[in-house]
């Protein structure tokens, strides 16, 4: 691919807000579910986002979102079967232990089935998508190219889950592996930022079992590389269903969504400044 396929934000200071609401959301794999129940309760209390960005799952939900979708129609589509790939995003091949876990044909057709156009361009929306560079070691966020299925499969790889995405000669896995909450291009085209963290740092409430020791561990790495862009939000709507769930329970589609809807119903209730960015007329 030439690389023209990406844009690399690089932020300045100087340059003036040009939406009122960005909502930014998080990695989690199932856990990012709540992102929908969330994204429902703002525009139930008339909160519209007008630029999304997300890493990993966020990047999927961002991507249907910005694409005009709404979140009672996502979950309704989960709920009649129409959007049953982003239930079952596991594919499992032969010779695992050599690529991967997974190959990307479900999150690709996924995309190319409700965005046929295929471009950041052409989205309602803005939508800024995180993707981790092994290459280079460097987290990037891409915003313009006609390949939006290769870089929202790019920031689902899952290291040791999916196959690392090769594009222009760079090797990319996961946003969420560097930076799991990417507010930084809405902190800079946003006059208010609302983050969404499906995997918060939650003290735990009993010993940890050995296995659950290495997942913890991972979720406690990531949690610190996300501080930056938690930092960058002027609110931040943390979903604790990561305490019941894990990022393979899709099967609880409907649960998971309950915990980000309640989460974010109660944000905006202890928020005086949040309920008064509502808008007046319904966006619809």
């Known amino acids: 691919m030439k690389s023209d396929l990406k844009e690399i934000i690089i932020p300045s200071s100087q340059q003036a807000?040009?939406?009122?609401?960005?909502?930014?959301?998080?990695?989690?794999?199932?856990?990012?579910?709540?992102?929908?129940?969330?994204?429902?309760?703002?525009?139930?209390?008339?909160?519209?986002?007008?630029?999304?960005?997300?890493?990993?799952?966020?990047?999927?939900?961002?991507?249907?979102?910005?694409?005009?979708?709404?979140?009672?129609?996502?979950?309704?589509?989960?709920?009649?079967?129409?959007?049953?790939?982003?239930?079952?995003?596991?594919?499992?091949?032969?010779?695992?232990w050599k690529v991967g876990l997974s190959n990307h044909s479900t999150i690709l057709s996924l995309i190319k089935d409700f965005i046929p156009n295929n471009s950041f361009q052409k989205l309602e929306i803005p939508l800024y998508v995180c993707v981790s560079n092994l290459t280079t070691a460097k987290w990037e966020i891409i915003h313009k190219s006609n390949k939006l299925d290769i870089w929202v499969a790019a920031s689902c790889s899952i290291p040791g889950v999916f196959n690392a995405m090769k594009i222009n000669d760079m090797m990319y896995v996961d946003g969420g592996l560097l930076n799991n909450i990417p507010t930084q291009p809405l902190r800079e085209t946003c006059e208010y930022v609302i983050g969404v963290d499906v995997i918060p740092h939650l003290t735990p409430k009993k010993p940890l079992k050995s296995r659950d020791i290495l997942v913890k561990s991972l979720r406690v790495a990531q949690h610190q590389s996300s501080q930056s862009g938690r930092a960058l939000c002027d609110f931040l709507i943390e979903p604790e269903a990561i305490e019941k769930y894990n990022g393979f329970s899709f099967d609880a589609y409907q649960d998971i969504y309950q915990y980000g809807y309640r989460a974010t119903t109660k944000l905006i209730a202890e928020n005086p400044t949040l309920s008064k960015l509502a808008k007046s007329e319904n966006k619809y």
């Open 17 to 96: 807000p040009k939406f009122k609401i960005g909502v930014c959301l998080s990695g989690g794999g199932a856990l990012g579910f709540s992102h929908i129940g969330a994204l429902q309760a703002l525009e139930d209390h008339c909160i519209y986002p007008e630029a999304i960005s997300g890493s990993s799952m966020g990047s999927i939900i961002g991507a249907l979102y910005c694409a005009g979708y709404t979140p009672s129609q996502m979950l309704q589509f989960i709920k009649e079967g129409k959007l049953y790939k982003i239930t079952n995003l596991m594919h499992f091949q032969p010779a695992f």
